[in-house]
């Protein structure tokens, strides 16, 4: 017999950080293990009392992936998916979430951090962060993903337009 998935109705409020560093070959993104199946995720988690969102974020990527630094208070972008909260039972049961995503530039990464058993990380070219993971929306963040450009800017937006021949 198949499993039931119930689904919440009205999605939750998620944060999220998308840690980053600059690399040899550019901007490098670090990609952390779900505990739950191992897929590849950024770190993310629920808003917190007190806390401002990209606080909340520098938080959950300290707790989940052992990163320390600069987050930015401007969000990235959004993805929606589904958390799945009931495992490994006849019915499960999923709350669609919609995550704000925000950068943060690693200064710091550490080997001891809350969730290392948990847990493994990765760095990945935004490109090929972007093939590792599931949700479409996070594939379109991380495969756009430049930290040179400025923020709510689409590479189209600031590349100069070329003029052609006989148009002014």
Same mark, same amino acid.
């Given at each position: 017999?198949?499993?039931?998935?119930?689904?919440?109705?009205?999605?939750?409020?998620?944060?999220?950080?998308?840690?980053?560093?600059?690399?040899?070959?550019?901007?490098?993104?670090?990609?952390?293990?779900?505990?739950?199946?191992?897929?590849?995720?950024?770190?993310?988690?629920?808003?917190?009392?007190?806390?401002?969102?990209?606080?909340?974020?520098?938080? $959950? *990527?300290?707790?989940? =992936?052992?990163?320390? #630094?600069?987050?930015?208070?401007?969000?990235? /972008?959004?993805?929606?998916?589904?958390?799945?909260?009931?495992?490994?039972?006849?019915?499960?049961?999923?709350?669609?979430?919609?995550?704000?995503?925000?950068?943060?530039?690693?200064?710091?990464?550490?080997?001891?951090?809350?969730?290392?058993?948990?847990?493994?990380?990765?760095?990945?070219?935004?490109?090929?962060?972007?093939?590792?993971?599931? $949700? *479409?929306?996070?594939? =379109?963040?991380?495969? #756009?993903?430049?930290?040179?450009?400025?923020? /709510?800017?689409?590479?189209?937006?600031?590349?100069?337009?070329?003029?052609?021949?006989?148009?002014?």
């Amino acid at each position: 017999m198949p499993k039931t998935i119930e689904s919440a109705a009205e999605p939750r409020a998620q944060i999220a950080a998308l840690c980053w560093r600059a690399g040899k070959s550019g901007a490098e993104v670090l990609l952390i293990s779900s505990r739950e199946t191992g897929r590849w995720v950024i770190p993310k988690g629920w808003p917190m009392d007190g806390r401002s969102a990209p606080e909340a974020a520098a938080i $959950e *990527a300290w707790e989940e =992936a052992g990163v320390k #630094g600069q987050i930015a208070t401007a969000k990235l /972008g959004h993805f929606t998916y589904d958390k799945t909260l009931k495992r490994d039972t006849k019915n499960e049961c999923s709350q669609p979430c919609i995550v704000e995503v925000f950068p943060l530039q690693v200064e710091k990464l550490a080997t001891d951090f809350p969730e290392q058993r948990q847990r493994r990380r990765k760095w990945f070219a935004p490109d090929k962060a972007a093939r590792r993971v599931a $949700e *479409a929306e996070l594939k =379109a963040l991380l495969a #756009g993903f430049n930290p040179a450009l400025p923020a /709510g800017a689409q590479p189209a937006e600031i590349r100069p337009q070329k003029r052609r021949k006989g148009k002014s």
